[in-house]
């Protein structure tokens, strides 16, 4: 995994494989804490005790292919970079999954661009309510939200072009205006 936007594309599908019809992304960049906190958290079936521990394991995933590795990359590239990943969940009551880094870590992978996450996870699941909050730099801040007055006829079928690339065009645009810029990760720093 390149980047930090790919493991979040990663979580935000299991949110949809957990039924979920509402997914937030929250992602800030903390500098005067040296803290990079990506949470990605939904309102799906949610797991029981034993489940969440579980998940941490590659050889445990509940599809057919047995194996389940997002959890695990995340947690591998959060702790090569002096971070942790955190799971809540109950069953019934959602997910919410938080993975903190430190920010200049010579080895904290790239943020990476979040506006392509977000289409590709639309592209797949356009009925699900996704919304996008960035914190950056200097308190600047951006919340989007897709379904603010988009109907789903809209966002499927001969629409769902348009409606892709509004998204990507305000994502950006309300991003880089908050202070979201390329990001080389945390050599860069
Ligand atoms: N948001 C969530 N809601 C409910 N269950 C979840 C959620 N995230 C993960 N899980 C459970 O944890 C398991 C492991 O997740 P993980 O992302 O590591 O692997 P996977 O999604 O099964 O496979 P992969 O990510 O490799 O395609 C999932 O199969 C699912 O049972
Ligand atoms: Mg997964």
Do not use: W
């Amino acid at each position: 995994m390149l980047d930090i936007s790919l493991h979040l594309l990663d979580l935000m599908q299991n949110c949809a494989h957990s039924g979920a019809t509402r997914v937030e992304v929250m992602v800030h960049e903390d500098e005067t804490q040296d803290l990079l906190e990506v949470t990605v958290k939904d309102n799906g079936q949610g797991m029981d005790e034993e489940t969440v521990r579980r998940a941490m394991d590659p050889f445990y995933s509940s599809s057919p292919k047995r194996v389940g590795l997002g959890l695990p990359f995340i947690a591998q590239a959060a702790s090569i970079a002096g971070g942790c990943v955190r799971v809540d969940s109950t069953p019934g009551g959602g997910t919410e999954v938080t993975a903190t880094f430190q920010l200049s870590h010579l080895d904290r992978q790239p943020i990476g661009d979040l506006a392509a996450t977000a289409v590709s996870f639309l592209a797949g699941n356009p009925g699900t309510e996704l919304s996008i909050v960035y914190r950056g730099r200097f308190g600047r801040a951006f919340s989007f939200g897709t379904l603010e007055g988009v109907p789903l006829e809209m966002r499927t079928g001969l629409g769902q072009i348009g409606f892709l690339a509004l998204v990507e065009e305000r994502l950006r645009g309300g991003l880089a205006d908050a202070g979201f810029g390329p990001d080389g990760g945390g050599h860069t720093n």
